[in-house]
């Protein structure tokens, strides 16, 4: 059955007490869908509103397999993903880790029972069905996992609709709703450390509200496709606690967890999602009342800092996953409002981000040399390889980007959607479905994947599969083309009903084609956006070239009375190119790219000395000057760096071994080169 165009209904149902807000709930159905996921949904004319695949295959759909079969499960089969909830952590673990900035090194384990320290030669592995070995200070953010599980895996269920992920499903959602306490909490933390605990001298350090913020967002993602009451009910319960604790008059948000409260301030995606889903005007205003209480915090203001100076290095010292998560409740706010400074602030930091704090892999580089940390931005000229991309960061990034996708419309934002994806995310993951590499740099002696349950690994699923809901979509009556990995989609126009396919292996190859089926003959416009690093895109019908508009959105535009077989072949030309980079201690390094994909080195084992440089010096030169083609049998694109033995391909590829990789190359001998 066709995914038709339409108004979603797993709104509010009927209440009583939602009959004074019939109005408001019919004003949230028109301006906006509630959530950065899910089915083809209205909205404001040339809003872009994706449509969701039926079946995606290629080297996306690739990973997205992987995940779902091997990490998808590893998670629920933890049990400690559950016990941290229904069991709670006791106050004399807490005892141990304190306040403590740094790891104490100190291990637990569950038992099936209860968490308890190791025994001396006591070994697990951390796939052991019993649950493994964990560093203490992590169990702080364990709570975390279970909600992006649910976000995650309920969007992967609503392509592939497995019987097997929907009952686990359900029975996680049961599980952590039936965890609830009377006062409306659903966390890990014990009673004297929650976030709405008095005298708690180690507030600062917290990762409780940071938990509560996941935990609303995953049970209102599976509400969305499952709506229940209890779920919503929980949900309402939770949000009352957050708006009694840190409402007007209350205590302050930024005085509870980590990052200057950064990390606290994130629940506010989660709490406008609240409003979406009950119609309760509390929420909304509580959400804007949190952006109040940031304003007044010097260390904070992202808002004011966003609209003054664009300088993403300074809320929260600059911590890269937190703020961006932070901007996504900006996002919403602007859908439900309206207000034009929400949206003037997240344009702002997206710009900022995608022309000062990117590496070319599209993944957002962090650097201690800041002085804050390695997870936070930094100024360019700390730009080096050995800056880390925290795998959270990546997958937020691509969820900001699809986000602003839908806001605005505009091509730029599923472009460098796209990048990360092939780029930074694909490589992070590893063959074996499970292990992740939480943060990985430019260049490195091995990719170092950790089958550990981290905030990394609960991530990089969320943003494959965020990115998957984005393939394709309509705005303004066209229907959007915003990638061309092989996928098929259902649609319906005008009472026109068909599907949409692209077939071919982009981004490995420099082109593809788009089959429509169609129940009759329509006219409606087909916007495809130019991949990043084509030169040029050529589109033809039965062999015919056909012209291509450019929009205001930036796609381009073939508009016509299409017939169900139309197949359009589109061409585009790849050319290697190089790009420059200027760092720290005035280092140069080159990137290769081709089409949408960085070209990287794969070194094996031979650590450092695998590592090349550049044979450039004067002006930059076109990519054509500095590499020769490669013929592989499995007919991946492959370039040799000329006057060497070094092969560059996708990065994703590189080092998949768990072997060392290189995608920035310094410039031979330190001379400058120009641009």
């Known amino acids: 059955m066709p995914i038709e165009i339409r108004i979603p209904t797993c709104f509010p149902r009927p209440r009583a007490r939602l009959v004074r807000n019939f109005a408001l709930i019919f004003l949230a159905f ?183 913020r996941y935990v609303l ?151 201690r040399h800041s002085g804050h940390g390695q997870e936070c931005f930094s100024a360019p000229e700390f730009f080096e390889p050995t800056n880390v991309v925290e795998t959270c960061s990546t997958a937020t990034w691509i969820q900001f980007s699809v986000a602003m996708l839908r806001l605005t419309g505009e091509a730029r934002y599923g472009a460098e959607a796209e990048r990360a994806v092939f780029n930074q995310l694909m490589a992070a993951q590893s063959p074996d479905g499970v292990s992740w590499v939480t943060h990985p740099p430019a260049n490195a002696t091995l990719r170092n994947y950790s089958p550990r349950l981290s905030c990394c690994a609960s991530n990089g699923p969320r943003g494959l599969e965020y990115f998957a809901r984005h393939l394709a979509g309509v705005s303004g009556g066209a229907v959007s083309l915003n990638t061309y990995v092989p996928f098929e989609a259902s649609l319906e126009l005008d009472g026109v009903k068909g599907s949409l396919a692209v077939e071919g292996s982009y981004p490995l190859e420099a082109g593809a084609s788009v089959v429509l089926t169609l129940s009759a003959p329509a006219r409606f416009p087909l916007d495809l956006r130019p991949p990043i690093g084509a030169s040029n895109v050529t589109a033809t019908l039965d062999g015919k070239k056909i012209s291509l508009s450019k929009t205001e959105a930036g796609f381009l535009r073939a508009e016509r009375t299409w017939k169900s077989g139309d197949t359009l072949r589109l061409e585009f030309d790849f050319p290697v190119k190089v790009h420059l980079h200027n760092g720290r201690f005035d280092g140069q390094w080159i990137a290769f790219t081709r089409g949408p994909l960085v070209l990287a080195g794969d070194i094996g084992g031979k650590g450092e000395e695998g590592f090349v440089s550049a044979p450039v010096s004067g002006k930059l030169p076109e990519g054509a000057a500095l590499v020769e083609p490669v013929d592989r049998l499995d007919r991946i694109p492959a370039v040799r760096i000329k006057g060497s033995s070094q092969v560059l391909a996708p990065y994703f590829l590189a080092g998949r071994d768990g072997s060392g990789y290189q995608s920035l190359f310094p410039v031979e001998g330190g001379k400058k080169i120009e641009q």
Not at 82 to 108: R, T
Not at 177 to 194: A, C, W
């Open 30 to 212: 028109l301006v906006y869908p509630w959530s950065t996921f899910a089915q083809a949904e209205s909205g404001e004319e040339g809003r872009w509103r994706p449509l969701p695949p039926k079946r995606i295959n290629g080297i996306l759909g690739r990973s997205l397999d992987l995940w779902r079969a091997k990490h998808l499960w590893r998670v629920v089969k933890d049990p400690t993903v559950f016990a941290v909830f229904e069991q709670g952590i006791d106050s004399k673990f807490w005892n141990v880790i304190g306040g403590a900035p740094k790891d104490p090194g100190v291990v637990v384990v569950y038992d099936g029972a209860e968490f308890r320290f190791t025994k001396p030669g006591e070994e697990r592995t951390y796939l052991d069905p019993l649950g493994g070995p964990m560093i203490l200070n992590r169990l702080r953010y364990q709570g975390e996992h279970l909600g992006k599980w649910l976000d995650a895996a309920t969007m992967a269920w609503s392509i592939t609709r497995d019987p097997a992920v929907e009952a686990q499903l359900h029975d996680a959602a049961r599980r952590l709703v039936k965890s609830q306490k009377e006062d409306g909490y659903i966390g890990t933390y014990p009673s004297e450390r929650r976030f709405y605990a008095t005298g708690d001298i180690y507030a600062a350090r917290s990762w409780d509200l940071w938990n509560t």
């Open 217 to 367: 967002l995953g049970l209102l993602a599976y509400d969305r496709y499952f709506p229940n009451d209890e779920v919503a009910a929980a949900c309402t319960r939770l949000g009352d606690l957050l708006v009694n604790t840190f409402g007007p008059g209350k205590r302050s948000i930024a005085e509870v967890g980590q990052w200057d409260g950064l990390a606290s301030s994130t629940a506010l995606e989660s709490i406008v999602m609240l409003y979406a889903r009950t119609g309760e005007r509390r929420f909304l205003d509580f959400a804007e009342y949190m952006v109040e209480t940031t304003e007044r915090d010097p260390r904070l203001q992202i808002l004011s800092v966003l609209l003054e100076t664009r300088n993403v290095t300074q809320p929260g010292r600059g911590k890269a996953y937190e703020l961006m998560s932070n901007l996504l409740g900006y996002i919403e706010l602007y859908r439900y409002t309206g207000k034009a400074k929400y949206l003037e602030a997240v344009t702002a930091a997206w710009e900022q981000i995608r022309d000062r704090h990117l590496y070319d892999t599209g993944g957002p580089w962090t650097s």
